[in-house]
């Protein structure tokens, strides 16, 4: 944003700095070709007077004099003639008998006076035609003809659009720094109010922004600060609520373990199933309190990745996959399910090992526990493009597509699955472990049956 405003504004200083410098320097060009005109004007009036006192006294050797000395003076060959279109005085080289001369001759012969038309320019070079009748009034004694120099008003030219162009330079400069300053000014607050937008959006505490730019800013940097302080609190007090009720618990929790424990010596056979049920829910609370303490854990530490960067960590994703095999194979063993692997060598993916491997502990824990006894289950490491995926793949019922559809909400098991524990979190948690991660979690049905749960991260690339 700031750059497309800065160039809006140096876009408008550079079009107002053009108004202005070109009419100033079109002006100067006319200007100084004007002072030309007048200047050689004031000396073909003075030839012109020469030659009608030489027409009249029939003495030529003042105008032969002073059109010499001009000449020799300026540079500037001139040539004067009678009525009978005969040379008076030739001076330079410049030729009565020229075809241009020829022409000026003619028309100031008929009382038409010849100067150049158009302004003269830095680059124009050589020289420029003037051409004025001599006598008075309507009766015309000869003709003068002048071929001025233009470099010198050239090079007067040149002088004077390098000082018009040096101040708009500096005009421009000027304007780009009032352009920059400006747009900090309004930028600066916006920039600050984003990230801590930001922060604020991946439910981190929001640093409040300095209040600056114009007076509409201030005021929204202030209600934002307030804003964020009240939500900021709010999103702390549940993320406590849940880290402390789930750490308070466990206690009162392995109190209760030890005197149910105790118990079991002093019950009768006949208690024996109650006592199994117990035991069970205990076991379940328990699990249940690790999971909501993990999912609270995973969503701060997705929420700080969220504006810190996401790919500063890496691990060997495929060393990760052999070991968690090793680890739940005889788990798969007992549950009577075949659990295989296949990782590809040298795959990394950018999340530490705790990360990839709390992930591949509930994609596997998931599809030993629901595919059911004789089931097949298949861990598989490999990149695809930029990421890196792992996929379990299961043969057991699967879930439907409107199921699939909820399976990372939170506490949602499916109604098929009431006789199997858990608690619903799993999912949610690996979910919020990739996303922090900038990766995803993809759920498919299987062919011809079964589900497909594939974990999705940015490739780590090489050491």
């Known amino acids: 944003m700031r750059t ?7 876009m408008f200083g550079v079009l107002a700095v053009a108004a202005f410098a070109v009419p100033l320097l079109l002006f100067t060009a006319s200007d100084r070709t004007q002072q030309l005109v007048l200047a050689r004007s004031s000396d073909l009036d003075r030839f012109a007077s020469l030659m009608d006192q030489a027409a009249r006294t029939g003495d030529t050797s003042a105008l032969t004099a002073e059109a010499r000395r001009y000449t020799q003076l300026y540079g500037e060959p001139l040539v004067v003639t009678d009525t009978r279109r005969r040379a008076v005085v030739q001076t330079g080289g410049l030729r009565a008998s020229a075809p241009e001369v020829a022409r000026l001759v003619d028309a100031a012969l008929r009382n038409q006076t010849a100067h150049p038309t158009g302004s003269l320019h830095p680059w124009s070079r050589g020289h ?3 051409a004025e009748p001599a006598g008075t009034g309507t009766q015309v004694s000869g003709a003068v003809v002048l071929s001025a120099s233009v470099d010198t008003a050239a090079d007067d030219i040149t002088w004077r659009w390098s000082a018009v162009l040096a101040g708009t330079a500096l005009v421009a400069l000027a304007c780009t720094v009032l352009a920059r300053a400006a747009t900090r000014w309004v930028v600066s607050p916006l920039r600050r109010l984003d990230r801590a937008v ?3 959006a991946a439910g981190l505490p929001a640093e409040h922004t300095r209040a600056g730019g114009p007076p509409e800013l201030r005021q929204l940097a202030t209600g934002f600060n307030r804003m964020a302080s009240a939500v900021t609190a709010a999103l702390e007090q549940q993320r406590r609520l849940v880290a402390d009720t789930s750490h308070q618990m466990r206690n009162p929790m ?3 373990r030890l005197r149910v424990d105790a118990l079991s010596a002093h019950l009768p056979a006949s208690a024996d199933r109650t006592y199994d049920g117990v035991t069970t829910e205990l076991e ?7 999971d909501m303490l993990a999912l609270a854990t995973a969503e701060h530490r997705a929420g700080e990745l ?12 495929a060393e990760v996959t052999l070991t968690q095999h090793r680890l739940w194979e005889p788990v798969a063993r007992r549950a009577g399910v075949d659990l295989t692997v296949e990782a590809a060598t040298s795959v990394r993916a950018a999340c530490t090992d705790r990360e990839l491997a709390q992930i591949t502990d509930v994609l596997v824990d998931n599809a030993i526990k629901y595919a059911g006894h004789g089931a097949h ?8 493009g930029p990421h890196t995926v792992l996929t379990v793949t299961d043969d057991g019922p699967g879930l439907t597509p409107g199921e699939i559809l909820q399976a990372t ?10 006789g199997t524990s858990g608690t619903g979190l799993g999912l949610a948690i690996a979910e919020q472990l990739l996303a922090g991660r900038g990766g995803h979690l993809e759920l498919t049905a299987a062919e011809p049956r079964g589900l497909n749960a594939r974990a999705v991260l940015p490739s780590g690339g090489p050491r």
């Open 4 to 10: 497309r405003v800065q160039a809006v504004l140096l």
């Open 128 to 130: 420029r035609m003037f």
């Open 198 to 200: 930001g922060r604020l």
């Open 254 to 256: 392995a109190a209760l």
């Open 284 to 290: 379940r609370l328990e699990t249940l309190l690790d």
């Open 306 to 317: 969220t504006v810190s960067d996401p790919l500063d960590a890496h691990c060997e994703a």
């Open 377 to 384: 289950v298949r861990l598989c490491c490999g990149t695809e």
């Open 409 to 418: 909400t939170r506490f949602w098991r499916s109604a098929r699955q009431n």
